[in-house]
């Protein structure tokens, strides 16, 4: 089992929509996660940590952590077409980054 | 506030040769993190260093790879006798604590090294 799994997409959404993006690690005593956008031929960029079960609301972005069920989600909210790229979700246990799911935000 | 520097931005290296990566933390930032990025592949973690000391190698191939970071000057990342499989983008980042303990890092441009 990979320690970090994301779907990679792509996933379009249409403009003012919500995208749901998950990710699933491995290691239960991970305690802290990371969403990073990267747009293409770009360095990664940080949006959100979270290290608390529940959510973490940023502007348009809400982490959402669930221990028990090893799982970790960003929710964008009025997605919009520069919101197109490819999240990452890093887990700090090993520095183990997911594979990316690539998101297209169709105007 | 500087973020943090890479140099040079694109390196290009004939087989057998040398490369190396310079990375300037950001300001107030003590710890450095060296990830390689393969063409449509996901971020893999190389080596995590704090001045003078190496933290962690546990991604960093056993041969041909150093990494330091001195006490004065950038964090180097040097890859002897580069092979083609070396092209990638390598990607520096850096915290002012451990990464994860309340700290979060940030990336640098990253340097893409093309061995020809």
């Known amino acids: 089992q990979k320690e970090v799994e994301q779907n990679s997409g792509p996933l379009s959404v249409p403009e003012g929509a919500i995208a749901s993006l998950n990710c699933t690690y491995s290691?239960?005593?991970?305690?802290?996660f990371f969403w990073y956008r990267q747009y293409s031929g770009k360095s990664p960029e940080l949006i959100m940590s979270i290290y608390s079960n529940g959510d973490k609301e940023d502007g348009r972005f809400t982490a959402q952590l669930n221990k028990a069920s090893q799982y970790v989600s960003l929710l964008i909210r009025d997605s919009q077409p520069s919101d197109s790229a490819t999240y990452l979700c890093?887990?700090?246990?090993?520095?183990?980054f997911g594979p990316g799911t690539r998101l297209s935000v169709l105007p | 506030n500087a973020g943090v520097m890479q140099n040079p931005r694109h390196l290009v290296r004939r087989r057998g040769q040398e490369a190396r990566l310079r990375c300037s933390p950001m300001?107030?930032?003590?710890?450095v993190y060296w990830y390689r990025q393969l063409p449509e592949e996901g971020l893999k973690f190389m080596v995590y260093l704090q001045k003078e000391n190496i933290i962690d190698e546990s991604g960093m191939p056993k041969e041909r790879f150093s990494a330091e970071f001195p006490k004065e000057g950038p964090s180097i990342l040097r890859i002897q006798q580069v092979v083609r499989g070396d092209s990638a983008a390598y990607f520096c980042?850096?915290?002012?604590?451990?990464w994860g303990q309340g700290y979060e890092q940030y990336f640098g441009p990253g340097t893409r090294l093309t061995v020809t």
């Open positions: 980042a850096s915290s002012p604590g451990e």
């Open positions: 290691d239960r005593g991970s305690q802290s």
């Open positions: 300001k107030g930032h003590s710890h």
């Open positions: 890093a887990v700090r246990t090993n520095f183990v």
